[in-house]
T-cell receptor, first 112, second 112 residues
Framework: DAKTTQPPSMDCAEGRAANLPCNHSTISGNEYVYWYRQIHSQGPQYIIHGLKNNETNEMASLIITEDRKSSTLILPHATLRDTAVYYC?????????????FGKGTKLTVNP | DAGITQSPRHKVTETGTPVTLRCHQTENHRYMYWYRQDPGHGLRLIHYSYGVKDTDKGEVSDGYSVSRSKTEDFLLTLESATSSQTSVYFC???????????FGEGSWLTVV
């Protein structure tokens, strides 16, 4: 039931930028785009989120297209520790019964 | 990590025995959640809490109960464990401001 579509896997060379795409063509006006990642055997880790403007924090940058139908997560200098499954989700950040739908995500492998 | 601690991190138990998982948070967040993650199903919401003694069911609540007697602790109890409850259980909190959801590191439960 995920509202997002992501490529199943991507590779990136260590030290290079990793650009992970996400399509969310049915996104509603009040839905935010959130990115999480899950490293094997760990809990999902929050990365970044945005509504319509591009966002940047210490971990990554988020580029959202003007029509909001797609976005790209950018890890500017990927390291081996960034190897993980990356999930793009859309949600309205309010309400109690948060049925987060993570989908299958993108398996990013950072190669030495 | 939003100050979330799950215990135990790993447990093996026998069918028919009761099991309690504990989620502890240190930052006074109002909303707390229990999810389970299984291959092919992604994250599924079991129960959530919106305050002390205030809880509600998620999408897969059968066989589980919860309690929240104080803000910092949210307990998940399997009344009589079954093999189908073998899973990874994640606790999550929702920030009081900003509404971002953060996850704990997970509790691996095996029912034999």
């Amino acid at each position: 039931d995920a509202k997002t579509t992501q490529p199943p896997s991507m590779d990136c060379a260590e030290g290079r930028a990793a650009n992970l795409p996400c399509n969310h063509s049915t996104i509603s006006g009040n839905e935010y785009v959130y990115w999480y990642r899950q490293i094997h055997s760990q809990g999902p880790q929050y990365i970044i989120h945005g509504l319509k403007n591009n966002e940047t924090n210490e971990m990554a940058s988020l580029i959202i297209t003007e029509d909001r139908k797609s976005s790209t997560l950018i890890l500017p200098h990927a390291t081996l520790r960034d190897t993980a499954v990356y999930y793009c989700i859309v949600r309205v950040p309010q309400g109690g019964s948060e049925k987060l739908v993570f989908g299958k995500g993108t398996k990013l492998t950072v190669n030495p | 990590d939003a100050g979330i601690t799950q215990s135990p991190r790993h447990k093996v138990t026998e069918t028919g025995t009761p099991v309690t998982l504990r989620c502890h948070q240190t930052e006074n967040h109002r909303y707390m959640y229990w999810y389970r993650q299984d291959p092919g199903h992604g994250l599924r919401l079991i129960h959530y809490s919106y305050g002390v003694k205030d809880t509600d069911k998620g999408e897969v609540s059968d066989g589980y109960s919860v309690s929240r007697s104080k803000t910092e602790d949210f307990l998940l109890t399997l009344e009589s464990a079954t093999s189908s409850q073998t899973s990874v259980y994640f606790c999550a909190i929702r920030e009081n401001s900003g509404n971002t959801i953060y996850f704990g590191e997970g509790s691996w439960l095996t029912v034999v």
